[in-house]
Nanobody
Framework: QVQLVESGGDLVQPGGSLRLSCAAS????????MSWYRQAPGKQRDLVAA???????TYTDDVQGRFTISRDNAANTVSLQMNSLKPEDTAVYYC???WGSGPEFWGQGTQVTVSS
């Protein structure tokens, strides 16, 4: 059974930092493109950052320079370091794994709230 389990979500003040982690079981992440998505209340789920199996990273414009995605294939984990957090970053953050045009998997999400 494949599982992606996110952790690290929390309540943080504007300007603060959080590190999200996604631990995989049942698959070897090294062949997957790994991504973080987020979904705010009443909005669609949007891509935030992605890292390919070759460690090529992409970010949406609104997190570029503030967020860093990384992967540890040996530990079968992917992380998202989030700095200079803003209230508009508040959302449920989801880990996603995709192997080419083949299988894809989602985590259950972790809540990030940025508020003073």
């Amino acid at each position: 059974q494949v599982q992606l389990v996110e952790s690290g979500g929390d309540l943080v003040q504007p300007g603060g930092s959080l590190r999200l982690s996604c631990a995989a079981s049942g698959i070897h992440l090294m062949v997957y493109t790994m991504s973080w998505y987020r979904q705010a209340p009443g909005k669609q789920r949007d891509l935030v950052a992605a890292i390919s199996s070759k460690f090529i990273t992409t970010y949406t414009d609104d997190v570029q320079g503030r967020f860093t995605i990384s992967r540890d294939n040996a530990a079968n984990t992917v992380s998202l370091q989030m700095n200079s957090l803003k209230p508009e970053d508040t959302a449920v953050y989801y880990c996603h794994a995709r192997w080419g045009s083949g299988p894809e998997f989602w985590g259950q999400g972790t809540q990030v709230t940025v508020s003073s």
